[in-house]
């Protein structure tokens, strides 16, 4: 487990398989995680049960986010790279009333100390919809600066919208 202020994340388990699979399955997540059709419960079972929870041969990690005793959500690690000492996240606080309690804030912080202390990496980096005010309040309050942005990057049903990308660069 790592502990966050307010919430801890902890390894997938195979009774998560119906959350998950609630959670893969809303069209209203699909913008932000770039899912473009349903996964089955096969699918995510077996997801489940092949993480060998060894970043560095997997290059990937799934965290479960759980506060007062419920998951609220997801933390994925993904592009990790040992030669650059880096890795990319996305974070999902799924439901309205566990959202704006502080736990993504919390989340962010106990990964990126984990990053830093444990994996010694020189930094952290997360892609953001422009539009998606909610997420770039929240990197930037964990410390993460824009360091650029992809001109017309995400297909939306409205039309193309940019992409900005942010750091967090341990010292």
């Known amino acids: 487990m790592i502990d966050g202020e307010n919430c801890y994340l902890r390894a997938i388990e195979p009774h998560d398989v119906e959350l998950v699979y609630a959670w893969e399955n809303d069209e209203r997540v699909w913008r932000v995680s770039g899912t473009t059709e349903p996964l089955s419960r096969e699918r995510i079972a077996r997801f489940i049960e092949e993480q060998s929870y060894d970043i560095y041969a997997t290059r990937q990690l799934r965290l479960m986010i759980e506060a007062e005793g419920v998951a609220v959500g997801t933390l994925d690690i993904f592009d990790f790279d040992p030669r650059h ?6 974070i999902l ?7 704006r309690k502080g736990y993504a804030r919390a989340a962010i912080g106990a990964v990126a100390e984990y990053a830093r202390a444990r994996l010694g990496l020189k930094q952290i980096w997360a892609s953001v919809a422009a539009d998606n005010e909610a997420s770039i309040r929240l990197f930037e309050e964990c410390g993460f600066t824009r360091c650029g ?10 039309g193309y919208i940019d992409e900005h990308e942010y750091q967090l660069l341990f010292e």
């Open 93 to 99: 606080i799924y439901a309205a009333e566990h959202r």
């Open 85 to 90: 000492l880096r890795f990319g996240i996305g």
């Open 149 to 158: 942005t992809r001109r017309a990057w995400l297909r939306t049903v409205d």
